[in-house]
């Protein structure tokens, strides 16, 4: 029971959640799904722009810079083309940089020299456990230092995992996944999500993400989308 814990447990739990809940940035103003609402269908011809800018506006306000252009798939969700819009971005580290700072743990969840390179469709079915997730694809160069290689790209639960500092005791650690799983949930279209922290170091890095998803049974290819991403 908590009554028996040191009241030191207490005041860390009580930080923690709040730093971790505060480090999140607002959710976008008209989130494109939720856990409760089902995934947007398929965009036609006339609506990949404002799907385009959609996702768009939602890594913006999770501070994600976003790739120089889209990127799309056909015959993933519907009838007729079945396009499917998607976008690619970057999160240079450290992020967040609004956490509340507690003595002796690090609660930035991409660290100093690391880019989190994040890949949003639009319109996709939410994951469930028969979906794969290993997909998609990072391919990525520090053009400043000659550094390079690829990563996979992980789920939603992936990404929970990841942005959850090392620092944060066990104990603690449920609760931080439950607050960060809720506001992506939230936040973000959920349908096939995936990002991937890389130890990219600093400087100027050129990255390329590509590969498939699955929408309800259906095996979706992105064709690679460029971006340039500055790690301070």
């Known amino acids: 029971m908590f009554d028996s814990r040191p009241k030191t447990t207490l005041t860390t739990l009580a930080a923690c959640a709040a730093a971790l809940l505060l ?5 976008a103003a008209e989130p494109a799904v939720t856990r409760d609402a089902p995934a947007t269908q398929a965009a036609g011809p006339g609506d990949l722009l404002g799907a385009y800018q959609t996702v768009v506006a939602t890594l913006e306000s999770l501070g994600v810079q976003p790739f120089l252009y889209p990127t799309v798939a056909a015959n993933c969700a ?3 083309l079945g396009l499917v819009p998607a976008v690619a971005g970057a999160v240079p580290g450290p992020w967040p940089s609004n956490t509340v700072q507690i003595p002796g743990l690090d609660l930035t969840a991409v660290k100093s020299g690391q880019t989190m390179f994040t890949f949003l469709p639009y319109g996709l ?4 456990a028969a979906t794969k997730t290993s997909g ?3 391919a990525w160069l520090n053009i400043s230092t000659g550094r390079g290689g690829m990563a996979s790209m992980g789920s939603i639960a992936d990404i929970v995992r990841a942005l959850v500092p090392p620092e944060v005791p066990v104990e603690l650690r449920p609760l931080a996944e439950t607050a960060i799983r809720d506001f992506l949930f939230t936040a973000i279209p959920v349908g096939g999500v995936r990002a991937v922290p890389v130890d990219t170091g600093h400087g100027t890095v050129l990255a390329a993400v590509f590969g498939t998803t699955d929408n309800a049974g259906r095996s979706c290819f992105f064709f690679p989308t460029v971006g340039i991403t500055e790690v301070p």
């Open 78 to 80: 519907g009838d007729g």
């Open 23 to 27: 480090a999140a940035p607002p959710a």
């Open 136 to 138: 998609m694809q990072v």
């Open 125 to 128: 079915a939410p994951d469930t």
